[in-house]
């Protein structure tokens, strides 16, 4: 089974960017779609974008649209989260996740294998 560890979070301030990363190790990470989720302090997990296996196809929440861009880079056994023009609103834990199948998802309960999660702060 994949083991996955998210770096790259930090503290920013709105309108700035980042990435973060994701390393897989322990299993073929192209057998696993990936999705990135974050959860604030109180609030429940939420979905904030997934990809299949090969990159080819991406989905994101509405609230990211247009900001977020999601890619992987399976000879790296990576997964990356490029977060533009921050707002307040992201601040959370972001956390990857893995499920296997190929296809990607916004459904949190598909997700088998999680981070331990980065921390991403937007100053205002």
């Known amino acids: 089974q994949v083991q996955l560890v998210e770096s790259g979070g930090g503290l920013v301030q709105a309108g700035d960017s980042l990435r973060l990363s994701c390393a897989a190790s322990g299993g073929t990470f192209s057998n696993y779609a990936m999705g990135w989720f974050r959860q604030d302090q109180g609030k429940e997990r939420e979905f904030v974008a997934a990809i299949n296996w090969s990159g080819a196809s991406t989905i994101y929440a509405d609230s990211v649209k247009g900001r977020f861009t999601i890619s992987r880079d399976n000879a790296k056994n990576t997964l990356y989260l490029q977060m533009n023009s921050l707002k307040p609103e992201d601040t959370a834990v972001y956390y990857c996740?893995?499920?296997?199948?190929?296809?990607?998802?916004?459904?949190?309960?598909?997700?088998?294998?999680w981070g331990q999660g980065t921390q991403v702060t937007v100053s205002s």
């Open positions: 996740g893995a499920r296997f199948s190929r296809y990607a998802t916004d459904l949190k309960y598909t997700y088998a294998t």
